[in-house]
DNA sequence: ACAAAACGTTCACTTAAGTTAAGAAATGAA
DNA sequence: TTCATTTCTTAACTTAAGTGAACGTTTTGT
């Protein structure tokens, strides 16, 4: 279970077996089953996720109907706006499946950040490896069709094909499911 | 000028006299002529920018044709792709106006952070602000239909409809120019 | 095992965006 | 100022996405 945690942690630092039972310590591995909510609309959060198994979706609810904006599946991490923004969540986070997660709050991190400084600078260096790869995915996601898009999430992202509802891909993928299914009748026929 | 950097800094820490001091030693405020490339498709950079004055356009050329992606203003910052990623950038970018922009690279970051440790936690929540605030206009703009995103526009960033051209907005907001002015002309007829 | 709910596809119709082209308006350089 | 270029708009036509509904299949809970 720590080593999905500590195999990511490698590419970047290596850790002391001393920083290794801290983190540990810090009992911060939890399990959720399939379904459950993470995250509520309304709600104020100041803990950061990153999934060690399984998978999580962040969605809206506009007009009641559910778009969904994310997935985070192994070895991806992510902190709720409202951690920063001290304003209440717009979406709601919930589990796809049985999934073990990290889980920690401010506090956690700063107390870790004052006994292993190097921790905050590896915190820095992946939140600016998030920040560039969410630029990377965004610009992607504008100079796109839909098709496209669809595309190429078959060749990076082949798996949530597996894991996730297409109804719920469709709002990712920035369509309607119908137009979803369409669409890949489309690429069908093509071939 | 360093009042632009300063005042937006000093809603995260405050820096001594010595601290601004050893900022403005660092000799990084540059000053850019309105067209110029501050960044090439295919060029590997290290450097960082903050805008103090004048504005930033990110684009692509696919196909022959420029697709912009990003444009950044007064207190605003961006690294780019290339810096984190050492793969060539995929995009340019060029002033839309003469500009003033703050210009740093690791090793001058580097030499600072161990100057000042603060600095890095300045870095690490900015970065983690902007990561959120990414993820925010990510999900608004997957949520949303061309229309509403000009609206939206409208209201949070009604000085980029004065600064920059039409035709390159278009491109930001996910149509072609031609959509955009058809747009635009149904919202008038509307009201 | 069964019924209910959820899911994916298809269809007909509507609406909006892409494409191509033409022309008007604004901008910039000589 | 003039001429050329760029930018913006409009229009006609094409293509794709949105909408509402139906239908069969799969999944889920009891």
Redesign the interface.
């Known amino acids: 279970m720590e080593n999905t945690l500590f195999d990511y942690l490698s590419k970047y630092i290596k850790l002391t077996h001393n920083e290794k039972k801290a983190i540990i310590d810090l009992d911060i591995f939890k399990q959720f089953k399939k379904g459950t909510l993470i995250l509520r609309k309304g709600q104020f959060s100041d803990y950061g996720y990153f999934v060690i198994k399984g998978c999580l979706r962040?969605y809206?609810i506009?007009d009641g109907n559910e778009?969904n904006?994310?997935f985070y599946t192994e070895a991806e991490s992510f902190?709720p706006?409202c951690?920063?923004?001290k304003k209440a969540s717009?979406?709601f986070v919930s589990c796809v499946e049985d999934s073990i997660l990290v889980v920690a709050n401010s506090e956690m991190e700063k107390s870790i950040f004052e006994k292993f400084?190097k921790f905050?600078?590896l915190?820095?260096i992946l939140?600016?490896?998030?920040?560039?790869k969410?630029?990377?995915?965004?610009?992607n996601?504008?100079?796109s069709s839909p098709e496209q898009r669809y595309l190429t999430m078959l060749q990076k992202r082949p798996d949530l094909i597996q894991r996730v509802p297409q109804h719920q891909l469709a709002?990712?993928l920035?369509v309607k499911p119908q137009s979803l299914s369409r669409l890949r009748a489309r690429i069908l026929k093509k071939k």
Request: glycine residues 2%; hydrophobic residues 30%; contains cysteine.
């Open positions: 962040c809206y506009i778009k904006t994310a902190e706006v951690k920063i923004d717009e979406y400084p905050e600078t915190c820095r939140t600016e490896e998030l920040l560039i969410s630029k990377s995915e965004f610009d996601f504008k100079t709002s990712f920035g």
